[in-house]
């Protein structure tokens, strides 16, 4: 729902226009399991330990929603197989979230429903060219599905590379030691 963050259990709501500040990251003793955590201060007095996964969820709350127009899908990839495959997804709306961030809208949620806040992702426009969305994608795009497609498979298989070449790294530190 627009205007809202659930937290805890059982889930209680908290309208946006409730939150003060959203502070720096802190650890918490061990005894809560020694992770990060936020702190939301809230009007009143209140404050809320937000995980990272509720920051996240924070950050992705839309506080208005604009419609697509039709025939922009959001493209998923899926590169772990020998046939590489892209699909997309319709997107219903551009949703402006808390953060500042323009992200896409799918029947599946915002970004898809994916539920990370790095708000990076590629769309399909109407006349077939993809277009990055987000601080870290390159607004130039790609004139259509196969070359993204191609592009991420590259990067992909680069990846892959420098993890093989780490991991050879640190064999060979470790050999060296011993």
Known sequence: MIGLLSHGWPETGYSLDQIEQLGPEHAVPASFGNYAVRTLK?????????????????LMRPVQLLPAEPGIGLCHWYLEDDAPELN??????????VDGEVRPVTPGGVDG???TADGDCFVRMPDGTIRGVGT????????????LLAYLVEQEAA????????????????????
């Not at 009007?43 to 937000?50: M, V």
């Not at 870290?136 to 070359?147: K, L, Q, T, V, W």
């Open 42 to 58: 809230l009007k009143g007095g209140k404050s809320l330990d937000l995980g990272a996964n509720d920051v996240d969820r924070l």
């Open 88 to 97: 997309t997804t319709p997107v219903v709306a551009w949703a402006l979230c």
């Open 113 to 115: 429903g994916t539920g």
């Open 136 to 147: 870290m994608c390159d607004p130039s795009g790609f004139p259509n599905e196969a070359d």
């Open 159 to 178: 990846r892959a590379e420098h993890r093989r070449a780490a991991a050879a790294h640190a064999a060979s530190k470790a050999e060296a030691v011993a």
